[in-house]
């Protein structure tokens, strides 16, 4: 199950943020490149990057940059969660189908990452 979740304000009046989260499918590089080209940005896909489609998520245009791209593994002893992304951009406008949502990989930068966090002892 590969989840987005984030605090948003669902209702911006409300000024209350809560947890969300929607259940999201990861598309291969192939067709995010597609669908991209079809958005009319000149962006290349690589293996640094993450898609999904927007599922039945409408509010990503407000408040979900830089939230986690997850995977819950419903099998392990203790049902782990892991990050696979954070979410980098999407395509306006979001409730479109055909337009992914792109996420920077966190697998590919765990070096970086491990080399510059401070990590409590």
């Known amino acids: 199950e590969t ?5 948003v304000d669902k209702d911006v009046n409300a000024g209350r943020l809560r947890l969300q989260h929607y259940r999201l499918r990861v598309i291969d590089l192939d067709e995010c490149q597609r669908n991209l080209t079809l958005a009319g940005l000149q962006v290349r896909t690589h293996k640094k990057i993450l898609c999904t489609t927007p599922g039945e ?3 990503t245009c407000q408040g979900y940059l830089g939230s986690p791209l997850i995977n819950k593994r419903r099998y392990t ?3 782990k969660v892991y990050a696979l992304g954070v979410m980098s951009y999407n395509v306006r406008p979001c409730s479109q189908q055909r337009f992914p949502i792109v996420y920077t990989s966190v697998s590919e930068y765990l070096s970086w990452i491990l080399d510059n966090i401070e990590i409590d002892t």
């Open 77 to 79: 002893e203790n049902n």
């Open 57 to 59: 998520v409408t509010l």
């Open 3 to 7: 989840v987005l979740a984030g605090w």
